[in-house]
């Protein structure tokens, strides 16, 4: 049996993890492996990639980085929160504010000590990313469009890291990056219809505030109809494998996504199209191991 102590420990450690949402951390350094062996660093062999120490400490930061934002985001949504996500706000609100930012000052010092392993740019690299999520947590997340689209560019940061990295310019991974980021644009707009109740009621401008539902659902179904164009692309003009399944699955899906779109008109039916977004990203990034299945064999 635990003490009183340890139990107390415990709730503060699930309420840290909850913070800074560790399971998206680990999928994201999962995600950055996984890219750099199949796509940004495909011709060279798989051991290299995975014991490299440069790449390594890029993930490491970036993992630092990205809880780092969690952390900074959940202090100035505080109060949204409570009216959007009350459970959750109630695990998080275990550890004070100020251990919080603690942590936050801690990770974010980590973050430039590793980058600063690679080199001096990936020092210049990783404070232009600290510093983009705190401005983006602190002002630009309040306003339409604007806190969209840098929500979505600082989402996929950490892939562009390892892309310079590896200094690596073919098409076929813009048009991936392409792909993902229209995505991420379509989940943080459905978030905003999500979390409509707690941004009204604590002033935020975004585009369901701003233009109204109808407007936020014309823009859902244009976005998922552009999604097409890099569909297209990488099924019929670029070579990728058995991965041209995920991404007819993908059609599938966003088409259904589409027919929802208008038939929603409560927070759970937008949740639900969130996790619809949440599935295809996820999905995304396993079905990267489709593009050689025979680099999969070769390490089984």
């Not at 950055?32 to 011709?43: D, K, L, R």
């Not at 600063?116 to 990783?126: D, G, P």
């Amino acid at each position: 049996m635990l003490s009183r102590r340890q139990k107390h420990i415990l709730l503060k450690f699930f309420s840290m993890f909850s913070v800074v949402r560790g399971y998206n951390i680990l999928v994201v350094v999962i995600a950055q492996y996984i890219t750099s062996i199949y796509i940004f660093a495909h011709g060279k062999p798989v051991r290299q990639v995975i014991f490299d120490v440069n790449l390594l400490m890029l993930v490491l930061a970036s993992a630092a980085t990205i809880a780092g934002g969690y952390i900074i985001n959940n202090f100035y949504d505080s109060e949204k929160d409570l009216i959007n996500r009350p459970q959750k706000s109630m695990i998080d609100r275990l550890v004070s504010q100020n251990t919080k930012l603690s942590f936050y000052f801690v990770l974010n010092f980590m973050a430039v000590v590793m980058a600063s392993y690679v080199s001096f740019n990936a020092v210049i690299f990783f404070s232009a990313y600290i510093f983009g999520i705190w401005f983006y947590s602190h002002k630009l997340k309040k306003l339409p469009f604007i806190g969209n689209i840098t929500s979505a560019i600082l989402t996929i940061t950490p892939f562009f890291v390892i892309f310079i990295y590896y200094k690596n310019f073919e098409t076929v991974i813009f048009v991936h990056a392409m792909f993902l980021f229209l995505i991420i644009s379509m989940r943080e707009l459905t978030k905003d219809l999500e979390n409509l109740k707690g941004d009204l009621a604590l002033d935020y401008k975004t585009i369901p505030i701003v233009y109204g539902e109808k407007a936020s659902k014309i823009m859902l179904t244009i976005l998922t109809c552009l999604t097409l164009v890099p569909i297209y692309l990488l099924v019929y003009k670029f070579e990728v494998g058995r991965m041209y399944i995920y991404f007819y699955l993908s059609f599938i899906f966003l088409l259904f996504f589409m027919l929802l779109v208008w038939k929603s008109k409560t927070k759970i039916h937008y949740l639900i199209l969130h996790n619809i977004l949440k599935l295809i990203i996820l999905s995304g990034i396993f079905s990267i191991l489709l593009i050689d299945v025979n680099l999969i064999l070769k390490h089984i």
